[in-house]
């Protein structure tokens, strides 16, 4: 399986601007640029779209994991939250915090950590960063 987006970026870094698209089309010439990445203008980032992708792979992938366990999650939500700061090679994601709350009817709390925790190492994206991958579970009644 191959996937691919594509940017164009045109300008200087603080006042340029650039557009990302997706080979689906779900973006399609999305506007970015240093503002939106660094400040408070409103729009996407590659920050904001990693960790979006990251949230939508761990839930499919807990969704997984809890099915090999015998449990069909009724919902999971997930909140991944993405840190980038300066280090002495420049800008760099320090670490994602996976926040995830499910109902899993007829699971109990040691075999939905486990499945999470097997999630979080295991996803496709999990795998993919090389950053700190931090998560809390709760289980909903």
Not at 109 to 120: L, T
Request: a negative charge.
């Amino acid at each position: 399986m191959k996937r691919t987006a594509s940017a164009v970026w045109s300008g200087s870094l603080k006042e340029g601007t650039g557009s990302i698209s997706s080979q689906s089309g779900i973006l399609s010439e999305t506007n970015y640029s240093f503002a939106k990445r660094f400040g408070d203008e409103p729009g996407t980032n590659p920050e904001e779209l990693v960790a979006a992708a990251h949230a939508a792979c761990f839930s499919m992938a807990f969704s997984g994991k809890l099915g090999a366990a015998g449990f069909t999650p009724d919902e999971i939500r997930t909140t991944a939250t993405l840190t980038m700061g300066p280090t002495d090679a420049g800008q760099t994601i320090t670490g994602i915090h996976l926040d995830v709350t499910a109902r899993v009817p007829g699971a109990d709390d040691a075999a939905f950590q486990a499945a999470a925790a097997d999630a979080k190492a295991t996803c496709p994206i999990s795998r993919l960063l090389n950053t700190e991958i931090t998560l809390t579970a709760t289980l909903e009644a």
